[in-house]
């Protein structure tokens, strides 16, 4: 193709060339900002958590896998579970549980939260190993919108994490939301 841009013009023949190099050297620059950065950086880093997490996104369990939930209705009262993996923890107030149609909830948390220091957000109220929460509703509830939110202590956070209960003739439904 060179060779037909020289017989045309001898000046579009650099130009052309000119071009070719610039966008090789483009996609250089722009694979090697995507590739490097994190290997590079998590090398440099001091704290060993950030770096793990940089380099081993792999041994991050999905958040149902991290904090597995489970919801049952006993007479009026509606008991939600929280069983979490080892090294693995809730925020307390990151917790909300909203009805359908709505009410005031008196919510009861059987455990007691721990007071760590959080990279992220400071001191903080944090649960570990297990959580339990009930409440009473009343009959017409059908319902019930769980959000969450926690981390592991390799330094990874996962989003808020949203939970839809259905709840049908003493049945709950639980759809995974996000």
């Known amino acids: 193709m060179p060779s037909l841009l020289v017989s045309l013009h001898p000046g579009i023949t650099k130009q052309y060339i000119n071009m070719l190099k610039i ?48 919801a049952f209705q006993k007479e009026d009262r509606i008991i939600l579970t929280w069983d979490l993996k080892e090294n693995c923890f809730l925020y307390k107030d990151k917790f ?15 455990e007691a939260p721990i007071l760590i220091s959080d990279e992220y957000f400071g001191e903080v109220e944090v649960f570990y190993k297990k959580i339990t929460k009930s409440f009473v509703i009343n009959p017409l509830t059908r319902k019930i919108t769980v959000k969450y939110q926690g981390c592991n202590e390799k330094g990874f956070c996962y989003p808020l994490i949203n939970k839809e209960l ?7 439904l639980i759809n995974k939301g996000t």
């Open 96 to 110: 909300q549980i909203n009805i359908l149609p709505e009410d005031i909830l008196e919510i009861n948390t059987m």
């Open 23 to 70: 966008i090789k050297n483009l996609f250089l620059i722009i694979g090697l900002t995507i590739y490097f950065p994190c290997s590079i950086y998590a090398d440099s880093l001091s704290s060993s958590s950030i770096r793990e997490v940089l380099k081993g996104p792999q041994d991050i369990l999905p958040a149902d896998e991290s904090f597995i939930f489970s």
């Open 166 to 172: 259905i709840i049908n003739n003493g049945e709950i």
